[in-house]
């Protein structure tokens, strides 16, 4: 796999309810009513996308729904094999294996990348964003007053 992980689409800007049209949002409503849940689920930012065989999947926070059919998806994913000429791939064969790529997709403007798979699945997993800023990576030991560690 290439050293970027992120890569920008600017070329690619899908719509802000993709997640709908797609039937993904319909499937995990449709599993939160079967499983007796009070409530809807919200809809987060970010999306993932990818292909299992000719099976797209969906992610968006813990929820992973494969699709039996989405052309919408199926038609952009050739888009992205010409665009890219098929050097970065968001398909794999068994979902037993992942593929090098995701299609990560914020629905607040349609902006598109793909990351590298484990980084964006975990991205889009993610239900806050978390900065760090101000907090160093030291030993335990080496941590004196004042100093914030890993583990304190």
Not at 16 to 45: C, M, N, S, T, Y
Not at 80 to 86: A, K, Q, V
């Given at each position: ?19 709908w049209r ?10 939160v ?16 996308y990818?292909?299992?065989g ?10 992973k ?25 968001i ?44 907090w ?7 941590s004196g ?8």
């Amino acid at each position: 796999m290439p050293d970027q992980l992120l890569i920008d689409l600017p070329e690619i800007r899908l719509p802000r309810d993709l997640a709908w049209r797609v039937k993904f949002i319909e499937a995990v409503e449709a599993h939160v009513k079967k499983l007796g849940v009070a409530g809807h689920f919200q809809a987060p930012r970010f999306f993932g996308y990818y292909f299992v065989g000719r099976h797209p999947v969906v992610l968006a926070r813990n929820w992973k729904v494969t699709l039996e059919t989405a052309p919408l998806l199926q038609k952009l994913r050739g888009v992205l094999e010409r665009l890219t000429e098929n050097q970065f791939s968001i398909a794999t064969e068994s979902d037993a294996t992942a593929p090098d790529y995701l299609l990560v997709h914020d629905r607040r403007d349609g902006a598109c990348w793909l990351w590298g798979f484990e980084q964006g699945r975990r991205f889009v997993e993610s239900c806050e964003p978390v900065a760090i800023k101000g907090w160093a990576v030291e030993d335990s030991e080496a941590s004196g007053p004042g100093k914030k560690s890993i583990d304190s």
